[in-house]
């Protein structure tokens, strides 16, 4: 939270009271956090401060805007199908990759393959010790019009000792979740790179996967506290449904944007370690210096390949909640965990701890 705060008065921006024109308010006790979040609890933060110059984006509707735009350039083909390997080669005792091979049998060539899958990249390569996928709960609520209308204008409230997280309702839905360590969930496969080797990797497990799939309980407690502490009002209204959101964890938050150093023809784009959306609009453009071998600010070097870690998981160390080393299906068979049918669906900030 105060290298946060530093990072925004590294920006410039003007400290004070918003009503006297100030763009972030540093709260040094209880009464000035429950004074900026508008009569809600506010969490359980002692300290912590708000900037009245942050805010949320709408990810699927950013999204879709990007996809319009690319989509109108006339310069890419966009194929809808389902990746089911790389293709490895070797051509004069060098490894390379010629291209992917789909679902259907269907194989791409390509001079340069360029894999940016996500959470999902774990099963096309094997970063054991180097990246994993790691499941973050994320709970919804129905509320109404006037709790909409009340809600909408508060600020995004973010408890940097717990990781739980609320942001304004849009639709009369409202979100909590957790920026934690999350849950890994290992299966056994075969090793892509090495044919006839199997390795056991986390990966993710999502509502296409299970579609009845509701997050543990220990989760589920956890969005339920956070909400009773933020908004206490809704504390006992009942979730609507759940969600599970995968991140691609590196031991230090950063990315992985690279040619593969033993692969000719590849080159990886991974390890958003939730913090991946932010950085929509200039992460295309990074991506494509790292490619071409522009010098970005030393951020090339931040982001190259990293060594392997002794052990296969991987969390990132920043500001996490939870409890590191959670399973998911550990944490599904503890308690009640339910599975429920439902619907399928895929501000100012507050800061404090």
Known sequence: MRKSLENVRRLGLKE???????????????????????????????IGYVN??????????????????VEETGRVDFRTA?????????????????????????????????????AWTGKFLDLRGIASATGQVLAYLDITQEEQDRLSKTPVL??????????PPTNRVLKVARHGYGY??????PNPERPGDTMRVSVPRTGVDRPNQWI???????????????????????????????????????????????YAGLFVATGGSGHAYKFL?????????CVLGVETEGYRELWRWPERQAEDDVWTNDWRGGVKGMVLDEEMGKGNARYRAGPKTHNPGVVFT
Do not use: Q
């Open 16 to 46: 004070g009271r918003r009503a006297e024109g100030g763009d972030i308010e540093v709260l040094g006790c209880r009464e000035e956090i429950e004074r900026v979040v508008e009569g809600l609890g506010g969490g359980s933060g002692r």
């Open 52 to 69: 009245w110059r942050s805010g949320w984006a709408d990810a699927e509707m950013g999204m879709r805007y990007l996809r319009k735009e």
């Open 82 to 118: 389902e990746f089911e390997r790389l293709l490895f080669a070797k051509t004069d005792g060098a490894d390379k990759v010629e291209g992917v091979e789909l679902r259907n049998g269907e194989k791409i060539y390509a001079d340069l393959t360029i894999l940016a899958t996500g």
């Open 158 to 167: 973010l408890n940097e000792s717990t990781g739980m997280f609320v942001i």
């Open 184 to 189: 890994t969930n290992p299966v056994s496969m």
């Open 216 to 262: 543990p309980l220990e989760g589920e407690r956890a969005c339920r506290a956070a909400l009773a502490e933020m908004i206490p009002s809704l504390a006992s209204r009942p979730f609507t449904h759940t969600r599970i959101c995968w991140y691609t964890d590196t031991p230090k938050g950063d990315w992985i944007i690279d040619h593969h150093p033993r």
């Open 281 to 289: 609009p200039v992460i295309g453009d990074k991506i494509v210096e």
